[in-house]
């Protein structure tokens, strides 16, 4: 029940903020239209079918950070499909004697071709998302590049299916802009409800870290390809209603250049939040038109002021605000934080996993140099161990390889009875061991809450039976709960070493893994952080294996230490027997040769 | 010739250097141990130009460097040998080494070259050859040979003998012995706190951004509470 | 096999001028991890020089130096005017902002001089033609590559042998143990947009003489090609630019010769072919045929 709650809930945010936002552009553009003139009504129609494509974008682009230059040729896909079963029969078999797919018989009305188009398109996206999900760096971006240079010359040469370069012309024209304004309100809805549910929470998580998300159990490819296609959906519809608004289709209609000026719109008002990308719509379709005016008419280059506009506003923005003019600040989120409720406390006790984590033999070389040789840990169902050793000793190697970011050569990694050798980070976090990475890495531009619902996102699937704690106990637990609403980056050191610790914590791990948690703190600092593991473990009955320089941190939080060097394990057992071992001394300080 | 005078360092909302304070006179060798995760190659970059200190300042042969950019220093006779080494590995072991004499007239790159090659007879060997294909120990001595390129007066080293095998670490001790009666002045990070101690005239040691104790080398080395020192035990009774 | 011998040499041509392209892209990446959009607008420039070069009567003796040196400069004067500002950001950031650029260039030729194409004259032996063993050539497929091949030896001429060229590379590699040896980022910086602006300016003189005329979006397609061709190769890497470029130029004229014998009635769409493979090969691999690791910067 809870569920269908918080889905309806979800939903009802979604509306309001999107009903808000159309209000506020709709109030504007009666303003401007009143001033009389059809150019000024099919202003606003252009502004409406910019407006769609432009958050049909941002639900790619603005929550993975994946940028795509090939939006525009799926926009061109729609509009055509549009145009293929929306001309009536006879002026189609006049216009398309040969088309092919026994479309020749189809025809369907505005509300059916639109569908249609929305369906294709998100069909051929979708199986093209496949490859620019799988890819990383800048090849995805080279793949949306691809994919507009293909279907451009589709377009232009596919004379049986487009008409080629003349286009398509006869599409029932819709009357007015009412339906443009429908299109705008459910793709407001669309891309706010998107990032509300798990898998729009997850892109965003792979857009904050790239390497974090898999760390806590997010699947990069999985995230990004539904991003993807829900951004396939709202492009189809934007290209449709352009199409049909305008009457025609012709392959100039959705170029490279075109694209851009949506890119503009939205890197202009801020990619991260719906409200910016209808800012940024607002304010470039209405700076374009003024330019326009600008510009002499008698020297027939209407787009050259344009062209000075878009470059100059992008530069400065780009200089002053890379996070574009709004940044965060989103209608949507706002409504989020003010109508957050803490769910009830489940009022479950915690116990302790019932999981052994055995890294064994573990072997790792890079070329010709040993990082480990034969060295391992053993971790019991809620116990401390402290793994330590001087530089280069292969703590972080041996770390790397238990959460899978280094592939070991020889040894085992076992959970239980689970195997773990060879897996990769997203399956290991998924079967219970969460980390925090030593140089910090948190989803910055969310809120510290944000950060923790995260991750129990993850573990409401995948960790169900263990004992979940809410955010804001495991937030207490940590001392972060004041700064709940902060935006994590804006936190200092100490406090976001605690909220990631907080946030592995929210996975309901059998063990936490922790990279040098005190690296950079002041020894009071560290002292408090024996308390914060301590506590937030003991809330989610996890062992800890932790690693760290600080060997009076080290001693002071563990039951078990052991110790590596070059590759071994030099000596382990209690912390008192560690320090009085005369080896831990030699390997620390050096041997006097 | 040095004098680091209460410097702050932080990254972002991190704040690795307290205060701090030390001076190298011309000359002498020092030594700055401490744990990991101390602030000593902070120390050295911030003094090498690479960080700026938020607070304090930075004496050198008697100019205030306080955040001046490497590029300067080096031209000043102030060399830093980073940790991790940094060659370049895309690089044959001629070019890194021209490299490091980028500062130097044609003339004076070509002698030093020459004795570079004779002080390092392993370089010479693979002179042709991408850094990225040399050994460790031969990974080290080209980068030290590479911040010799500049002939500096005063020479940081950060853990030098960092991933060596056991022989390697003799040669690179050899190397400082050699180094200092050359004159030069030494500022040594490392971690082989013992044998870094007894070469060293004094030695400085860092715990979480703080300097906790000075002396010469012999009494830092004979204090039975180095270990201590460095493992954190007694910090809390000594933390101001 | 006349046929093969022909297409190859075109690939090669249009290839040799994307590798160019390419390099300097690649240059810019290493030093600082810019994917710059702005580069085919010094080709831009370029056409724009000569036209104002030629309407002063000028000749095409001295037009490499006009479009070389006008290059040189305009490549520079983007670093300063608007990277060097935002030399930290992310790239995305930075890619952005070399788009800003390239739409700016776009709006200034056309308010100052015109949105229309502008002509000047070609040299007269450019389409002038030869024969060797039965197969015919034109002038300016040897020039192109004779051109190409001499500028890649002076490139590596530069970058294995002067002090600028490998204060590059180490920058490119790791640029804080750059300026360690005393390499000044600024001049390093100024530096590698210099030698990408006389690599794109020798390209802007290739595709000039062939069709001499200028036009404010005239650099684009040839970007979007060389970014493809550098990002082919792994960006960063500087043999991988110019296999990159190559290998594009000859794909493209090898698909255009021919697909229609593989696939009849397919002619038409060998520039789809060609970018479906593309697309294909970057699922493969990400990182391009030579990939390149990159010290993290402080």
Known sequence: MSGVNAGLLRLTRSTLASAALVAIVAALAMAYTSGGGASRDSLIAEMLSNFILVLGMQVFIGNTGVLSFGHMAFAQIAAYATAVVGIPLAAKAKALPDIPFGLDSVHYGPLGATVFAIVVTIIIGGIFGIAVSRASGLAPTMITLAALFVVEQLVKNWKELTRGAGGLSGIPRLEGNGWLWVGAFVALVVAHLFQETRIGRFAIATREDELAAPALGIRLFSARWAAWVVSMGLIALGGSLRAQSLGSVNPKQFTLDSGILILVMLVVGGMRCVSGAVLGTVLITAGNELFRQLGDPQRLDIERFPDLFLGGTMLLVMLLRPGGLLGDRDLAGWLRRRTYRRPPPTGEEPRAGSNTLVAAEIEVHFGGFVALDGAGVTVRPGEVVGLIGPNGAGKTTLFNVITGIVHEQGGRVTLGDRELTDAKPVDIARAGLARTFQNLRLFKNLSVRENVTLTELVAARHRSHRVRPDADTLLADAGLTEWADRQAGTLDYGNQRRLELARAAALAPDFLLLDEPTSGMSDQESQAMVESVRSVATRVGAGVLVIDHDLGFITRISDHIVVLNEGRILAEGTPAAVRANPLVAEAYLGSSA | MLEVDQITTRYGAITALHSASLEVRAGELVALVGPNGAGKTTLLNTVAGLLRPATGSIRFEGNDITGTEPARLVRAGLALVPEHRRIFKDLTVEENLRLGGSTASAHDRRERLEEAADLFPVLRTKWTTSAGYLSGGEAQQLAVARALMSNPRLLLLDEPTLGLAPTMVDVVFDLLQRLREQGRTLLVVEQNATRVLQLADRGYLLRTGNIVATGTGADLAADNSLFDSFIGLEAHGREA | ?298
């Open chain 3, 1 to 298: 096999m006349t046929k093969l011998i022909q297409t190859i040499v075109d690939g090669l041509g249009v290839g040799s001028t994307y590798a160019l392209l390419a390099l300097g892209i690649s240059l810019i990446f290493g030093v600082m991890h810019l994917v710059n959009f702005a580069h085919g607008e010094l080709i831009t420039v370029g056409a724009y020089a000569s036209y104002f070069f030629f309407l002063h009567g000028g000749s095409w003796w001295w037009m490499p130096f006009v479009i070389i040196g006008s290059a040189v400069l305009a490549s520079v004067a983007t670093e300063l005017v608007a990277f060097r500002w935002v030399r930290n950001a992310s790239p995305f950031t930075l890619l952005l902002t070399s788009f800003a650029l390239e739409r700016l260039s776009h709006a200034l030729w056309q308010i100052f001089v015109s949105p229309k194409q502008r002509a000047f004259p070609k040299p007269a032996w450019v389409f002038n033609q030869f024969k060797v063993a039965g197969v015919s050539f034109e002038v300016m497929d040897v020039v192109t590559i004779a051109v190409t091949a001499a500028t890649l030896a002076l490139t590596a001429v530069v970058f294995k042998r002067t002090l600028f060229g490998i204060s590059v590379r180490g920058a490119a590699e790791d640029f804080d143990a750059a300026r360690l040896m005393g390499v000044r980022a600024n001049r390093v910086i100024s530096g590698a947009f210099a030698f990408a602006g006389l690599l794109a300016g020798v390209a802007a003189c290739l595709i000039l003489m062939r069709s001499p005329a200028a036009e404010p979006s005239m650099g684009s397609d040839w970007l979007l090609k060389a970014v493809i061709a550098a990002v082919i190769g792994g960006l960063g890497s500087f043999t991988g630019a110019v296999v990159g470029g190559l290998v594009l130029g000859l794909l493209e004229t090898l698909t255009r010769a021919y697909l229609p014998e593989l696939a009849v009635g397919w002619d038409k769409f060998s520039t789809a072919v060609v970018f479906v493979l593309i697309a294909v090969f970057f699922v493969i691999r990400p990182d391009g045929v030579f990939k390149v690791s990159h010290a993290e910067r402080v």
